[in-house]
């Protein structure tokens, strides 16, 4: 490793499908109420993508972006990550699928899988190739399409999630947020706490996993609830004392947007207030791996960052997987 080469995000990108889908639309679906959901959630409405929209060519929009605010061209690119829970294929990976759009890229590229946590975890691989010098521009994409595996007949599940994608590209030179540190955890539990639970080898596809709905996305929402708390907090402050620093020091929270419920109790508990917390969740709702780059994104396009201002991440998914990371504002 070179101890010197600090990895950095310099440039951003996002894509969300035009297609809107409200709570009053869920409402003639399933039995449910926009006052239930947006007190329950705080979700009002979240993109849904059309048919031949997919994991990839979101990604592909939002790479193009990212790579373009970056300031740099897609044949810099050196490799591809991609973290995604819904794939466009089994395989070949959605990674590929992106360095196909991308004119004179022939970059190395592969999926990550840990679902909610993809981006975070995506970021630390990303950042290690970048630190031990083998690369100089990485391409991190988080993409989602779970209309693709949500059960609209559930309401239990069918409320929570969106479609989207974000991109960025973090490389060792130039001016951007410089990844201080990120902090990684799993606790390895039972898939039918977070799931979908056919379609791999376990249980592949079949007229009876059809039947049974097995392709869908299930979840125990408490236990998933009680949990994302518990480890994000514990993972946050886990980066923050191995930085010696305090929630004060932190200009910007961005939390993965699940519940509004689980961003309030978590900040209340780091005791970081509410107007440094920074929401994308009444507009997209969770769009998984997706929900902290778009609303990096979004905070990089509406707030200025000074130079040594310090942004926050954590993000929770199946698994249970859980991250935090801390990026400073660099200047160089
Ligand atoms: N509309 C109306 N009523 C509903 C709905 C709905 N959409 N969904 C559930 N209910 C009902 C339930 O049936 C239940 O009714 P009952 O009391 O008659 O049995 C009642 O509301 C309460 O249900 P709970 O499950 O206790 O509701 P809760 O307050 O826990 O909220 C929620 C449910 C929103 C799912 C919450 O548990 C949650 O956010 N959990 C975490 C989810 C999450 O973060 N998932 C992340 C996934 S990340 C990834 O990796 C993909």
């Known amino acids: 490793m070179d101890s010197k080469r600090k990895a950095r995000i310099i440039g951003t990108g996002t894509y969300l499908p035009s297609k809107i889908l409200k709570n009053s639309d869920l409402e003639k679906v399933v039995e449910t109420s926009d006052e239930w959901i947006v007190t329950r959630t705080g979700m009002r409405e979240r993109r849904i993508a059309s048919e031949t929209e997919y994991s990839s060519t979101m990604g592909l929009i939002a790479s193009k972006d990212a790579i373009k605010n970056a300031g740099i061209k897609a044949e810099d690119i050196e490799l591809i990550v991609v973290a995604t829970a819904t794939p466009d294929y089994i395989f070949p990976s959605t990674a590929t699928v992106i360095q196909s759009g991308l004119e004179g890229c022939k970059a190395p590229a592969f999926d990550i899988q840990a679902a909610c946590a993809g981006f975070l975890y995506g970021l630390s691989i990303v950042r290690s190739y970048i630190e031990s010098g083998m690369y100089k521009h990485v391409l991190l994409v988080a993409s989602e399409k779970l209309s693709s595996i949500v059960n609209y007949k559930d309401r239990a599940t069918c409320v929570l999630f969106g479609d989207g994608a974000a991109a960025c590209v973090v490389s060792a030179e130039g001016k951007g947020l410089q990844i201080n540190d990120i902090c990684l955890g799993a606790d390895g539990g039972p898939a039918e706490t977070l799931g979908v639970i056919a ?134």
């Open 199 to 332: 379609g791999g080898c376990r249980h592949p596809s079949s007229e009876e996993t059809v039947k049974n709905d097995m392709h869908y996305l299930t979840m125990n929402g408490q236990e998933v609830f009680k949990n994302a708390v518990r480890c994000m907090e514990s993972m946050t402050n886990n980066c923050l004392d191995k930085l010696a620093i305090k929630p004060d020091d932190i200009s910007w929270f961005v939390p993965h947007q699940a519940n509004i419920r689980i961003i309030e109790a978590l900040s209340k508990r780091l005791g970081i207030p509410d107007e440094r917390i920074f929401k994308t969740i009444h507009k997209y709702g969770n769009t998984s791996a997706s929900s902290v780059p778009i609303a990096l994104h979004e905070l990089l396009q509406k707030h200025t960052i000074d130079t040594g201002e310090l942004l926050l991440f954590t993000a929770f998914g199946a698994g249970l997987t859980y991250a935090s990371s801390v990026l400073e504002q660099i200047n160089h």
